[in-house]
């Protein structure tokens, strides 16, 4: 017997998998706090950098540092949605293990961004106080 898998045009398949990957961004900034914080705390530096006379790889490290927090935030937001979806099962002594993993699940990821947000604190440092002073 043979089995007949429909064909989707590739960019059609890039297409739709760019579309989830927008509408999950939108929920996360819809959602997290702390990612509004950010968006907007690191708009307004983009704007500040933007008049001053920052070089190439002033401009590319404070990209990439914004860039690899917000990635590590969203992270954290679909470690924190999946862990509390397993959570919510009942709080039966059996389970204290998992809730336990759980918990510490949640505490790594929340450190992940705030590792990330020290670095990009550190780069804003690094690269504004001098053009700055």
């Given at each position: 017997?043979?089995v007949c898998i429909a064909y989707?045009?590739?960019?059609?398949?890039?297409?739709?998998?760019?579309?989830?990957?927008?509408?999950?961004l939108w929920h996360a900034l819809?959602?997290?706090?702390?990612?509004?914080?950010?968006?907007?705390?690191?708009?307004?530096?983009?704007?500040?950098?933007?008049?001053?006379?920052?070089?190439?790889?002033?401009?590319?490290?404070?990209?990439?540092?914004?860039?690899?927090?917000?990635?590590?935030?969203?992270?954290?937001?679909?470690?924190?949605?999946?862990?509390?979806?397993?959570?919510?099962?009942?709080?039966?002594?059996?389970?204290?293990?998992?809730?336990?993993?759980?918990?510490?699940?949640?505490?790594?990821?929340?450190?992940?961004?705030?590792?990330?947000?020290?670095?990009?604190?550190?780069?804003?440092?690094?690269?504004?106080?001098?053009?700055?002073?």
């Amino acid at each position: 017997m043979r089995v007949c898998i429909a064909y989707t045009p590739p960019m059609r398949r890039i297409a739709r998998s760019l579309g989830f990957s927008i509408e999950g961004l939108w929920h996360a900034l819809r959602e997290e706090r702390n990612l509004q914080l950010f968006s907007i705390g690191f708009i307004a530096v983009i704007f500040a950098a933007m008049q001053l006379n920052l070089e190439r790889w002033e401009w590319v490290a404070l990209l990439v540092s914004g860039g690899a927090f917000m990635a590590v935030e969203l992270f954290n937001t679909a470690l924190e949605r999946l862990t509390d979806a397993v959570d919510a099962l009942p709080k039966e002594r059996a389970n204290a293990s998992l809730h336990a993993s759980m918990k510490a699940t949640k505490d790594v990821s929340a450190a992940a961004a705030l590792v990330g947000l020290v670095s990009v604190i550190v780069t804003l440092l690094i690269v504004l106080v001098p053009k700055v002073m």
